[in-house]
């Protein structure tokens, strides 16, 4: 931890060499996310709900899928460029540092441009949690919380885990921004408008489910539509800190494979 502290003040540090260039990313990126939930308030403005969600509730699911987003990338965001790091042998000199490697990958540089996810997903979150139909408590402000923790970790996990996949196969970029479109283009709605084999599919094949839906239906008190067991939304924090663990082992086992460019 403290060698990642000390890259990643190295790394911000250099990008904030450019700071009118960092105020256009972060405003940039919070524009290109407000076009999405743009897009969300006409369909509801059109229709008045989306599988019985109103505005609000799916304003709501929105900002804690953006925020999670948003968590996971801004520190983990170089895992896209490991395709270029390993072609390139860059990866060489990680190894014979005194540093974990996948902390020198992931703090090589920091793409700031996502910091507009996050502030955008923050400023949402905390509008929508005060039109939401919540009935707020510090048990469910604890609960959000570990929530949006626990829904970045999920999405971190998924690109972890093709990144991984890197060491044997050289280039994974299309997979790795397959994930993010998935998370993009379904996970700002709620599950409940898609069938029961894809509601199947988006929950134990690919976890989406528990980055925002599950716990949006904890908060909004709406666990009754689920087609699983309510425990399983209220342990959604649990999932993404299981599956982070799971992606990292993978991790560690497949670096093991990495041939040097040099070789």
């Not at 921004?177 to 988006?202: H, M, Q, T």
């Amino acid at each position: 931890m403290r060698a990642y502290r000390i890259l990643l003040g190295a790394a911000v540090r250099a990008e904030l060499q450019y700071r009118a260039n960092f105020l256009i990313n972060v405003i940039g990126g919070i524009c290109y996310q407000g076009v999405g939930l743009a897009f969300i308030w006409a369909v509801l403005s059109r229709f008045g709900t989306i599988g019985g969600w109103s505005l609000r509730e799916v304003g709501f699911l929105y900002a804690i899928r953006l925020t999670a987003h948003g968590l996971w990338i801004v520190p983990f965001g170089q895992l896209i460029s490991v395709d270029e790091v390993v072609r390139q042998g860059e990866y060489d000199r990680y190894l014979v540092r005194p540093a974990n490697p996948l902390v020198q990958l992931i703090t090589r540089r920091i793409h700031l441009t996502a910091t507009g996810d996050l502030i955008g997903g923050i400023l949402l979150l905390a509008i929508a949690s005060v039109y939401a139909p919540v009935s707020w408590s510090p048990g469910a402000a604890l609960f959000l919380l570990l929530a949006v923790v626990g829904g970045a970790m999920v999405e971190l996990s998924l690109q972890l885990g093709a990144s991984a996949m890197t060491f044997r196969l050289l280039s994974t970029m299309s997979l790795k921004f397959g994930i993010d479109a998935v998370f993009n283009e379904v996970g700002s709605y709620p599950l409940k408008i898609f069938g029961g084999a894809a509601r199947f599919g988006l929950t134990f094949v690919f976890p989406l489910a528990f980055v925002a839906y599950l716990p949006s239906t904890v908060l909004l008190s709406r666990t009754g539509e689920l087609a699983v067991p309510a425990w399983l939304a209220w342990g959604s924090p649990v999932v993404g800190a299981v599956l982070l663990a799971a992606a990292y082992w993978f991790w560690s086992r497949q670096s093991r494979h990495y041939t040097s460019s040099g070789h």
